[in-house]
């Protein structure tokens, strides 16, 4: 999309970016006459930036599931109300329990070991922004996923193009927002936990199931309950079903690079499934 006369206006993509540019401007001294130009570039990916917002550290906690969350403490998790494929079919997530089985994209149905949840209830006019999930809009992927808007919370990973990639880095401000399907009072997420990590299909989309480390399932409401069924599994480690790719200074550099090279640089796989979902974004307008 070429930008109107003048430029676009200052928006908040942009004023991260000038953020950004000065935070790691020690770093690129080397690079001040190329720093300029990230500065007055209008990138856009289908008119929309492609890079995050106040991207977390793809560090711990990162696009894995967990239940303490990445993404300033939030939880990571299905909102209620949510379908998960199973050998019989469609069910909702609440629905669902120990031992029941669930289709996953490897192959083979895997039996629940556990779900976890976290249940919050808004004490203010307003929800707190770490609360609040993340829409999905129907086909946002593709023509065929997911098939119904999917709500789950910013630091849940959905596993696209080979990689997994937390909800939180592919908001584009069109087909992917925050948002909440109604007005309410009460969120209460869920997390699959089977005996392996694996990714499951909610409304159609492949989403990950949790990622146990570290004694992360002590973040979840009733963690007192994984205690007491699996006491040997107290410090688990999954081993992650894919890469886990997440915002960062190197991943953002990246970014600005490719941007000041009108997009001559390869895009990195988080850069190119969110041009992808950005450019479908504004397709579906």
């Excluded at 856009?44 to 560090?59: E, L, M, R, Y």
Aim: proline share 6%; aromatic share 6%; with cysteine.
């Amino acid at each position: 999309m070429s930008s109107q006369k003048g430029g676009p206006p200052i928006n908040e993509t942009r004023r991260h970016i000038l953020g950004l540019t000065i935070a790691i401007g020690a770093r690129m001294a080397a690079m001040g006459s190329l720093a300029g130009t990230f500065l007055s570039s209008p990138a856009k990916a289908g008119g929309k930036a492609w890079w995050k917002i106040g991207g977390s550290n793809p560090g711990k906690g990162h696009g894995n599931g967990n239940g303490k969350g990445g993404n300033g403490g939030g939880p990571m998790c299905l909102l209620r109300g949510t379908s998960i494929m199973t050998p019989s079919g469609e069910v909702r997530i609440e629905a669902l329990r120990i031992g029941d089985l669930v289709a996953t994209v490897r192959g083979p149905a895997m039996p629940i070991k556990w779900i976890g949840r976290h249940v919050y209830r808004r004490s203010g006019p307003m929800w707190h922004k770490n609360v609040v999930p993340v829409r999905i809009a129907r086909l946002a992927i593709d023509g065929q996923r997911p098939h119904k808007d999917l709500y789950l919370s910013a630091g849940h990973a959905l596993y696209l193009d080979g990689v997994l990639i937390r909800a939180t880095d592919l908001v584009n401000g069109t087909s992917i927002t925050p948002a909440l399907p109604d007005a309410r009072d009460t969120i209460e997420y869920f997390h699959i936990v089977l005996d392996t990590h694996e990714v499951v299909l909610a409304e159609g989309a492949p989403v990950e199931t949790c990622l146990l480390e570290d004694c992360n399932y002590e973040g979840f409401t009733n963690f007192v309950e994984f205690s007491r069924l699996y006491p040997a599994d107290h410090s688990s480690k999954m081993t992650p079903f894919a890469p886990l790719v997440g915002y960062g200074g190197r991943e953002h550099l990246k970014a600005l690079l490719r941007l000041a090279s009108g997009r001559l640089v390869r895009a990195s796989p988080l850069q190119y499934t969110y041009e992808r979902l950005a450019a479908r974004g504004e397709e579906l307008g």
